[in-house]
């Protein structure tokens, strides 16, 4: 999969999806590959540094290895 990150001003490659699930107050971290509509395409750099609301849990399912 081909892009940029979504975070504004940043021009590197996508390599991480986040997904949000508000009802179970949830978000995930997935690989590229597993591409699923409405997910928000980060860089590694970003994808490193997501936060969630407070309550919220996050998951890193992420199997790739950083590429830095």
């Known amino acids: 999969m081909a892009g940029l990150c979504a975070r504004t001003g940043c021009a590197e490659v996508v390599r991480a999806l986040l997904l949000f699930d508000p009802v179970a107050g949830s978000a995930r971290l997935i690989d590229v590959d597993d ?5 928000v395409h980060l860089c590694s750099e970003h994808a490193d540094r997501v936060n969630v609301p407070s309550g919220w849990a996050l998951t890193d399912d992420r199997t790739e290895e950083p590429d830095r």
């Open 35 to 39: 591409d699923i509509g409405g997910a």
